[in-house]
């Protein structure tokens, strides 16, 4: 659901980077008091464990298209929103300027859409509310699996009212949000699936990460080795290897469009901020769509794009590469978050 910058307008998108810049200001102040030596690496860990994990884009059935995980409601269940929401942009951000995984114009407006409604609508709402104050094996399987659907329905919404609002391309609201719901309504079964698997391993190896998180405290001097190792583990395992098997069906947003419009990408503008925002991207993205440049800056080959499983050493150099930025960036944000609480 990572939005390219064809579908917004310059308007609408400076309004959604000001709109996620005040919720990233209001994150880091609130986060201070929830932050300390544990949580922080923990911070950079889960960063990087999601940004392997959008790596691998999963078929559903009978559709021709796919999807992947957007990651924020682990992160919210996990560490507490605020301070997901940091670790989410961190994510998005590493993958927009040196990945080309969604435009520079559109970063506000993927961030958003990615980050505020699972970790302050989905998680506070849903998730908290059907969980309890005593969580069941069961409880956190049907909180995750209802926040993740609704989750992620709002965000494909909100990518339709932006589209729309924005003016630039030919999609119909109407027609648009018919394609958009229901895709992204398997779409979301499996993320809250797959949150429930990640959120399961944590409370039965440590409970307090959870207890912590929901009531935005430190985790003190809490021992969480063996969930950083393992975390870690399976994101060096996923990015570097498993990213080999991502489905190379369109993703929701692509299927979408092209059900409505013939095409799953639009063309920029060729003057103006599009082009100038699309020039930095060039110079910034060293493995755009998560693969090497060829001579001529175009990503991959034609076999390695029809290939399945596409074993590729760009495809997994990415997942290493965008693994470590994205720990070494969500951490430094918690560091500094941490240090002003301090001073």
């Known amino acids: 659901m990572h939005m390219a910058d064809a579908l917004i307008s310059p308007a609408t998108g400076g309004l959604m980077w000001a709109a996620t810049a005040g919720l990233i200001t209001y994150c880091s102040t609130k986060a201070k008091n929830d932050l300390d030596d544990t949580k922080v690496p923990l911070m950079g860990v889960l960063g990087a464990f999601i940004f392997a994990a959008q790596m691998i884009n999963f078929t559903i059935p009978a559709t021709g298209s796919s999807g992947h995980l957007g990651g924020g409601l682990i992160l919210a269940i996990l560490l507490g929103p605020s301070a997901a929401f940091l670790t989410m942009a961190s994510v998005l951000t590493i993958q927009a300027f040196f990945f080309a995984d969604g435009g520079l114009l559109a970063l506000g407006c993927n961030i958003f859409n990615l980050g505020f409604f699972p970790c302050f609508i989905a998680y506070p709402l849903i998730y908290k509310k059907i969980v309890g104050m005593r969580p069941t094996k069961g409880r956190i399987l049907t909180a995750s699996l209802i926040a993740g659907v609704v989750g992620l329905q709002l965000g494909a919404f909100s990518v339709v009212l932006e589209t729309v609002f924005s003016s630039i391309s030919e999609l119909p609201f109407n027609t648009f949000i018919l394609m958009m719901l229901p895709i992204?309504?398997?779409?979301?079964?499996?993320?809250?699936?797959?949150?429930?698997?990640?959120?399961?391993?944590?409370?039965?190896?440590?409970?307090?990460?959870?207890?912590?998180?929901?009531?935005?405290?430190?985790?003190?001097?809490?021992?969480?080795?063996?969930?950083?190792?393992?975390?870690?583990?399976?994101?060096?395992?996923?990015?570097?290897?498993?990213?080999?098997?991502?489905?190379?069906?369109?993703?929701?947003?692509?299927?979408?469009?092209?059900?409505?419009?013939?095409?799953?990408?639009?063309?920029?503008?060729?003057?103006?901020?599009?082009?100038?925002?699309?020039?930095?991207?060039?110079?910034?993205?060293?493995?755009?769509?998560?693969?090497?440049?060829?001579?001529?800056?175009?990503?991959?080959?034609?076999?390695?794009?029809?290939?399945?499983?596409?074993?590729?050493?760009?495809?997994?150099?990415?997942?290493?590469?965008?693994?470590?930025?994205?720990?070494?960036?969500?951490?430094?944000?918690?560091?500094?978050?941490?240090?002003?609480?301090?001073?």
């Open 184 to 343: 992204h309504l398997g779409i979301g079964i499996v993320e809250g699936l797959a949150t429930a698997a990640v959120v399961l391993f944590v409370f039965k190896a440590r409970p307090e990460i959870l207890n912590a998180a929901s009531q935005s405290r430190p985790l003190g001097n809490l021992s969480i080795n063996h969930v950083l190792a393992s975390l870690l583990g399976v994101a060096i395992i996923t990015g570097g290897a498993l990213s080999w098997f991502a489905s190379a069906h369109p993703d929701g947003l692509e299927w979408s469009m092209a059900k409505v419009s013939g095409t799953e990408e639009l063309e920029n503008p060729e003057h103006g901020i599009h082009a100038s925002l699309s020039g930095i991207q060039e110079h910034t993205a060293f493995l755009p769509d998560y693969a090497f440049k060829t001579a001529h800056g175009e990503e991959g080959d034609m076999e390695s794009e029809t290939a399945w499983p596409a074993v590729d050493a760009g495809t997994s150099l990415s997942g290493l590469v965008g693994g470590t930025l994205t720990l070494f960036i969500a951490a430094l944000i918690g560091f500094s978050v941490k240090r002003r609480k301090n001073a």
